[in-house]
């Protein structure tokens, strides 16, 4: 098992210094699900929320919560993100919704945080636009599923 990264030699919690780390395009993809009742997941999919587009407003939360990752987890570095995307999909026999997100740079560390934040954060934009309908929605199964680019081998979730 390796070290953990953000740990000193006396037990400290500390941020890694990257300044001596090479640049690379660094990649990383992340997963949340949200499941809810069909009728609370069919409001959403045909448009009658009354708070407006959940998709839209979850997209752009994801969005915003990668770029301030490092402002929300003490030890994160602040980056320059190139590229951050977040896809929801209704899936309807399973009344849930599967939201992938997608971060890309050219940076000194990785984007792994990135993603799963704006996944997290996509998830819990749409509890919170939905909560006054339904209280018991579930956020499950948030896991990075890719991560490519830096010293440490690329990384793809199997299952």
Not at 19 to 41: P, V, W
Not at 47 to 76: E, N, Y
Not at 83 to 97: F, G, M, T, W, Y
Not at 116 to 134: F, G, N, P
Request: aromatic share 4%; proline share 1%.
């Amino acid at each position: 098992m390796s070290q953990l990264t953000h740990i000193n030699s006396a037990g400290e919690a500390y941020m890694v210094d990257v300044a001596s780390k090479a640049e690379t395009i660094r990649e990383a993809r992340a997963e949340a699900i949200i499941t809810m009742n069909a009728q609370t997941l069919n409001m959403i999919i045909n448009g009658r929320h009354h708070k407006g587009d959940v998709f839209a407003t979850a997209r752009i939360a994801g969005i915003m919560a990668a770029k301030k990752t490092w402002d929300l987890i003490p030890l994160c570095h602040p980056l320059l993100l190139s590229k951050v995307e977040v896809l929801l999909e209704a899936q309807i026999s399973d009344n849930r919704i599967r939201i992938e997100s997608y971060c890309r740079l050219s940076g000194k560390t990785g984007v792994e945080m990135e993603a799963l934040t704006a996944a997290s954060i996509a998830a819990l934009t749409i509890y919170d636009m939905c909560k006054a309908v339904q209280k018991d929605m579930v956020i499950s199964a948030v896991r990075l599923l890719e991560k490519t680019g830096g010293k440490s081998a690329d990384f793809r979730i199997t299952s």
